[in-house]
């Protein structure tokens, strides 16, 4: 068993980012030491599309109080096989719905049983990073709602369908019309604990689109359960909750409601931002941190080759971020400063990960993409608490924190 500590952060006043891994036999975890730019400046400072600057801003002060997270624990155990491509999975009672994003079949199981089809959605075409996406379920009374998010022939769309007995129902459409293309597709959904559906929109390789506030591509977006606007949103008459995104894939919720959401770079930095409502998270013009007024910086950021954020969760005080192009399983927790501590997890050894979320099991559970033909699988792995981490600053907006890590 690992167990890791955290020694304090040395402030540095510049940009800086290291990582150090265990040998790869004790389960090459790896701790980043990240940079933290304060996002206070760019928060409070005239950027008008930027409502709050919340509880997770930072301050001109950045000593933060460590806050204690979760780490996955022990060998992950495979409790579906068989898959090809898991894009998205939700729980239903005991029922486990996944996407696969070559078929629009739908497969359903229970844990200990194998898997069946509980239906088709029409029209899914799976082109490049496009095909069956992202999930999401909605409980109104008696009645369950699945929603998807697909490509077709056309664009992307999003459609639900009642599920009832085991079988999903007609499809009805909720958002037609998205953009689409081979790559770049977004495609994440989940609901809000606003009862809003929130969907993250790639800006298909037109990178221009994600600052036009007319365009639905490179957004995170926020409707109604039948796909309306809602009269609260931050632009009036607009679907479109966040811009200036390039491929973002994954969404949560903190216990303070606030939304998360984790996002591709092109070949420097990928993100995990902290979403405002209305605000612009700087892509084409910024990729990471810019420490542009007029743009939000990510939280945190990483280099490409460690991360690929596809899928994102968040239990009990500590996200957890599926790294597909870096084939790792990420935990972040944040300070009380907003100062991110980062830990790679299973580095290598489940190929790439695409979403993690919290299983039916009490666990976390995690998707595999890519480890050949039906081969795919899901995996739930205990969590256990670690010790608190502390970060101080001693200088400057910008700082690096630096954690040791402890092998016991
Ligand atoms: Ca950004």
């Known amino acids: 068993m690992k167990n890791r500590d955290f020694d304090n952060c040395v402030g540095t006043g510049h940009l800086r980012h290291e990582v150090r891994r265990t040998g790869a036999g004790s389960g090459a975890t790896a701790v980043v030491q990240f940079a933290m730019i304060a996002l206070a400046f760019i928060m409070i400072d005239a950027t008008p599309a930027v409502v709050s600057s919340g509880a997770h801003a930072q301050s001109s002060s950045l000593n933060g109080t460590a806050t204690s997270g979760l780490v996955p624990e022990g060998t992950p155990v495979e409790i579906v096989s068989g898959l090809d491509i898991p894009w998205s999975a939700v729980t239903v009672g005991r029922d486990v719905l996944v996407s696969q994003r070559g078929t629009g079949e739908i497969v359903a199981f229970r844990l200990g049983e194998t898997l069946r089809s509980v239906g088709t959605v029409p029209d899914v075409v799976a082109r490049g990073d496009g095909g069956m996406l992202g999930l999401a379920v909605l409980t109104e009374g008696a009645e369950v709602w699945v929603y998807a998010y697909h490509s077709t022939a056309s664009g992307n769309r999003i459609v639900r369908m009642a599920y009832s007995e085991g079988v999903l129902g007609d499809v009805q459409i909720v958002l037609d019309g998205l953009p689409g293309g081979r790559s770049h597709n977004g495609g994440r959904i989940a609901f809000g604990p606003d009862g809003m559906l929130y969907a993250t929109v790639g800006e298909t390789r037109n990178p221009d689109l994600s600052q036009d506030p007319n365009s639905l591509a490179g957004k ?61 998270y700087g892509w084409p013009v910024m990729e990471g941190r810019g420490g542009n007024a007029a743009y939000i910086d990510p939280v945190m950021q990483w280099r490409t080759e460690e991360m690929g954020p596809s899928g994102l969760a968040y239990v009990d005080g500590t996200f957890f971020v599926a790294g597909l ?39 976390l559970w995690f998707l595999t993409n890519g480890r050949g033909e039906n081969n795919d699988g899901i995996f739930s792995v205990p969590l256990a608490p670690t010790p608190a981490r502390q970060c101080t600053a001693t200088d400057g907006p910008a700082q690096v924190c630096r954690y040791d890590e402890i092998e016991r």
Do not use: C
Request: glycine share 14%; charged share 20%.
């Open 325 to 363: 192009t870096g084939q790792r399983l990420w935990s972040v927790t944040i300070d009380t400063a907003g100062n991110p501590v980062a830990s790679a997890h299973y580095v290598g050894e489940y190929g790439r990960i695409r979403h993690v979320l919290e299983g039916s099991d009490y666990k």
């Open 220 to 280: 995170i977006l926020r409707m109604t359960p039948a796909g309306g606007i809602p009269n609260d949103n931050p632009i009036d008459g607009s679907l479109v909750y966040s811009l200036g995104h390039r491929n973002p894939q994954g969404l949560a919720w903190d216990e303070n409601g606030q939304l998360w959401a984790t996002e591709f770079g092109d070949d420097a930095w990928d993100e995990l931002n902290r979403i405002e409502p209305g605000g612009n």
